[in-house]
């Protein structure tokens, strides 16, 4: 969402005398609704809160989040991602943001298409797998975390072919909730720094530019994390980050869907401009989160390993 989108929100909300706020819609909407319901007593542009320029001030209205989508987690979660006029995506956070009660009805979801059921569930695996596996991992989260990886595994795939299934259904709903309770409490790590990248340089699905950058730097990544990508493996039936990316390819093959980007995607994309985008402000900290420390030279070949 971009930052205008939720300035006239907020005027509209002052406008209303609005004394209660419903964010009904994927994670767009809720994004939106959370910085909107913080920001309606004051009226302040979303603009000065970018980064935590300014800390969020406390929210006086209620908030509650019905999501339609199982990726996100935005539900739960103390963040919200806004774009500024130019695209750059920007983090917002907080606990001011943190809604007061989540509504997951698995029945929300049974209209979304195939592909978006796979992509943001997806996108829900990758905010558990690098929760998992970031510097900042710690036992009682990482039992949050491991959670979320075995609800997505064993529904994800039966959620797309059948979406009707309302115990699939519900399955992503777990995981998506509890992936975002889990990034929420360590941040993610160089597969969401390179989503957001791309995302800024050239749009697309986040859902779908996160697991593919994912699968591409695993193994990059996971020589700072063994331990995490080895329980990560042991939820998933076997052993080592191998068996992660392969497990990974294995899924999306199943449910009809690729890792990798196909020609035009990539003809959107320049290695240079990605790595200078993955170094930014609104993204290096998911950089510097990962395991492994990003050496001289590391941005750059972790640019052109997304991008192959």
């Known amino acids: 969402p971009k930052e205008a989108f939720v300035d006239s929100a907020v005027e509209l ?32 542009g979303a603009a000065n ?16 989040t019905l999501p339609p989508t199982a990726g996100t987690g935005s539900e739960t979660t103390g963040t919200s991602i806004i774009s500024q006029p130019d695209g750059v995506k920007n983090w917002f956070w907080g606990p001011p943001l943190i809604p007061d009660m989540a509504i997951m009805d698995p029945e929300l979801t049974v209209g979304l298409p ?31 975390a491991e959670r979320a990886i075995s609800h997505g595994i064993s529904s994800l795939e039966e959620a797309v072919k059948d979406g009707s299934s309302l115990a699939a259904r519900a399955g992503m709903m777990a995981a998506a909730a509890h ?17 957001h990248a791309m995302g800024s340089r050239a749009g697309g699905p986040h859902g779908r530019a996160v697991p593919i950058a994912l699968v591409q730097t695993m193994e990059w990544a996971a020589k700072g994390a063994p331990d995490g990508y080895d329980a990560v493996a ?18 999306a093959e199943r449910c009809g869907y690729g890792l990798s980007l196909d020609a035009e995607e990539r003809n959107k994309l320049d290695e240079g401009a990605l790595a200078q985008a993955m170094v930014e402000p609104a993204n ?4 510097t989160a ?11 070949e972790l640019a052109a390993m997304a991008l192959r």
């Open 114 to 144: 195939p592909f978006w059921t796979f992509y943001t569930g997806m996108d829900a695996l990758v905010h558990a797998i690098e929760s998992r596996t970031n510097r900042y991992r710690y036992a009682p989260n990482n039992a949050v």
């Open 234 to 251: 042991h939820v998933m039936g076997g052993e080592g980050a191998g068996h992660v990316h392969d497990h990974l390819h294995a899924l």
């Open 49 to 64: 809160y970018r980064l935590a320029a300014k800390p969020m001030p406390w929210r006086t209205v209620p908030l509650v």
């Open 179 to 195: 992936g975002g309770t889990a990034i929420g409490n360590t941040g993610c790590a160089v597969a969401r720094n390179i989503g």
């Open 290 to 300: 990962t395991a492994r420390d990003a050496g001289e030279g590391d941005v750059e």
């Open 13 to 44: 909300g002052r406008a209303e005398n609005c004394d209660c706020e419903v964010g009904l819609g994927g994670r767009t909407a809720l994004d939106t609704a959370k910085v909107v319901a913080v920001l309606l007593p004051s009226g302040d």
């Open 284 to 287: 290096i900290d998911m950089l």
